[in-house]
């Protein structure tokens, strides 16, 4: 029996538009639309030079030169990679859960403190071999804790863990100008807000003369720490087929409240580690300002990455690089820097919607078709 027809689109009922999930989104349609969202952000952000009165191509190659084009300007971007891998990967396997993690910057602030608190006041004298790595567990716990606290109210009492870790942010943050002001400001700082300087034994090591310190090492280490645990364990596969579909899960006996807990636990030490990074590798002291919003900035680099570890370490590099060259023109240009995070807008931008064109198909069907039938959707 032959299926009826539907009535052509008239004046009186003219055709829509409507959006329709696709069977099974394409992994190079996936890679082509990062590729895409990249140059397109480039394009606008050109736009908007040329309408400044800049030379666009002149811009961009002052920036690539700044990021890439000399071992102290690599070195300077491999530096920036660190915090941007680390928190993009606590961030990425929230997500891989769709548990919305926006708190690690006040993750990565919690796991500073937490290791300034360790050097300064707890294991002052200790040697390097038991300060450095007495650090490195207080800013995992830290981070972990603030991450903990969105995970248990999710988990718990079904409390949407957007709005607490990103209200998390702001008290991480202000508990750290607090302490720089107050109990832990350094009394002979000439009143600058800030501790006093770490020991000698909790400075991370450096790569000969460059600022590139060990931080990177644990970056690199979390990555394949991360893509071990995605791809090699069963707590892995839970994570995946909960962020495919909970009830599904919760319907096959897995833990999901226990798991939803673990996973904001480990994001957030992932970025704790990153604070713990920055203060024993980069500023050797907890002052203002710590970061200049790299937990933000993980959100791109997780979704530019597709959420996957390599993705993810490739994109934090080159992101690096784009924060790298804002400073650079502005040294050397005169340009404002705030041109590095107007691009990492852009792109975020076009990713979301490209990302929509990925999963969805527009489809043109007429009021009187009804609905399709099941089959022919998929």
């Known amino acids: 029996m032959t299926q009826p027809q539907p009535a052509a689109a008239s004046p009186e009922h003219p055709a829509v538009l409507r959006l329709e999930a696709r069977a099974a989104p394409s992994q190079a349609v996936a890679v082509l639309v990062s590729i895409v969202s990249v140059a397109l952000a480039l394009l606008v952000g050109g736009l908007v030079l040329l309408a400044s009165g800049e030379d666009p191509i002149a811009v961009y190659r002052v920036m690539f030169t700044g990021a890439f084009g000399s071992r102290s300007s690599l070195a300077e971007t491999l530096v920036k990679t660190i915090p941007l891998l680390l928190t993009g990967l606590g961030v990425g ?15 990565l602030y919690l796991g500073a403190i937490a290791a300034t608190g360790i050097a300064l006041f707890v294991l002052p004298d200790a040697p ?46 202000l508990l750290a100008d607090q302490l720089v002001h107050g109990p832990w400001r350094n009394p002979v700082g000439f009143g600058f807000p800030g501790t006093e300087q770490l020991p000698d034994a909790a400075w991370l090591p450096r790569w000969g003369t460059t600022r590139v310190h060990l931080g ?14 995605l791809r090699r364990t069963r707590w892995g596969y839970e994570i995946g087929v909960m962020g495919g579909n909970e009830r599904a899960a919760r319907y096959a006996g897995m833990a999901t409240a226990r798991n939803i807990l ?18 024993a590798g980069i500023g050797h002291q907890l002052q203002r ?45 005169g340009l404002p820097a705030a041109i590095a995070p107007m691009l990492q807008g852009t792109i975020l931008f076009f990713l979301l919607g490209g990302e929509a064109l990925g999963r969805y198909r527009l489809v043109r069907r007429s009021p009187s078709a009804g609905p399709r039938p099941r089959a022919e959707a998929r």
């Open 93 to 107: 396997i929230a997500f891989r859960m769709q548990l919305w993690n926006i708190g690690a910057e006040g993750q």
């Open 289 to 333: 300002n710590l970061s200049p919003g790299y937990g933000y900035t993980a959100i791109i680099v997780a979704w530019l990455g597709h959420l996957h570890p390599a993705g993810i370490t490739l994109v934090a590099f080159l992101l690096a690089g784009l924060l790298v060259g804002g400073d650079q023109i502005q040294m050397s240009m």
């Open 216 to 229: 990177l090492a644990f970056g690199l280490v979390a990555a394949l720490l991360v893509w071990v645990v």
């Open 262 to 279: 673990l996973v904001m636990a480990f994001s957030g030490a992932l970025a704790g580690l990153a604070g713990m990074s920055e203060v």
């Open 128 to 173: 390097a071999s038991v300060l450095i790595p007495a650090m490195v567990l207080a800013g995992l716990a830290g981070g972990a804790v603030c991450g903990a606290i969105p995970g248990f109210l999710r988990a718990r009492l079904g409390v949407n863990e957007i709005i607490t870790s990103l209200m998390l942010n702001y008290v991480a943050i």
